[in-house]
């Protein structure tokens, strides 16, 4: 992966999915009748017809007693609209199994795989939080970039948090860039002495200085 230019043109594609509570659900949880006509679907992932493939994923949609047959299937899968159909089956889910399931697509080399996996993981910010300081700490610069769009959805405080301590460690200005562009959508009060911090630390780079000044203005018009 490369750690500069592709951040701008990753495909963020909206889609017509139906998602969990934004809460996110318990590993465990059940969301369907156990084993409820489960096995013809499961075998039907392993079909050599894209169509097959793509109905069973979708029939399999939060179903937490399908999270590892999908698991295995996407590791597999080499159609497009049979993977995005197994990471919303997955998402659907929503429980601790099935955020693990989508993490490792973040380092996909694959533009479409990588939004894909954001947009599922962005739909459960309660699921995700506990991965979110590995994440943030993770020593790949473009993993950690892309781990503050994750706390897009989050709760204002969580994501306050989250990328100030972010801040006060980074050295990557195009992550720090990112995390301040979050910030200025969600962020709290609590953020302005990281992003003031930060600004300092870049101030020979001028647009970072730019965008804290933006953030800040943001945070201070908000009522959080």
Same mark, same amino acid.
């Given at each position: 992966m490369r750690s500069s230019n592709w951040w701008g043109h990753m495909p963020f594609v909206k889609r017509d999915v139906t998602a969990p509570s934004p809460a996110g659900r318990r590993a465990g949880d059940d969301v369907a009748p156990h084993n409820d006509g489960l096995e013809p679907h499961i075998a039907a992932l392993r079909s050599p017809d894209i169509e097959v493939r793509w109905k069973a994923a979708r029939a399999l949609g939060g179903r937490a007693d399908a999270v590892r047959a999908l698991a295995t299937a996407l590791g597999v899968e080499q159609v497009a609209r049979v993977r995005e159909a197994i990471m919303t089956a997955l998402m659907r889910v929503g429980d601790e199994a099935s955020v693990m399931a989508l993490l490792p697509y973040l380092r996909s080399?694959?533009?479409a795989e990588r939004g894909a996996s954001i947009e599922a993981l962005q739909a459960l910010p309660e699921a995700i939080l506990p991965f979110m300081a590995p994440l943030l700490a993770d020593g790949d &610069?473009? @993993?950690r970039l892309l781990a503050t769009e994750l706390a897009r959805n989050m709760p204002a405080e969580n994501a306050t948090q989250l990328l100030c301590r972010l801040l006060e460690h980074e050295h990557h200005p195009n992550v720090c860039a990112a995390a301040i562009d979050v910030l200025a959508e969600v962020g709290t009060r609590d953020a302005v002495p990281a992003l003031q911090a930060c600004a300092e630390? #870049? *101030?020979g780079m001028p647009f970072l200085? #730019? *965008? @804290? &000044?933006i953030a800040i203005a943001r945070i201070s018009d908000t009522d959080r």
């Open positions: 080399q694959d533009a &610069s473009d @993993v630390r #870049f *101030a200085p #730019f *965008a @804290v &000044s």
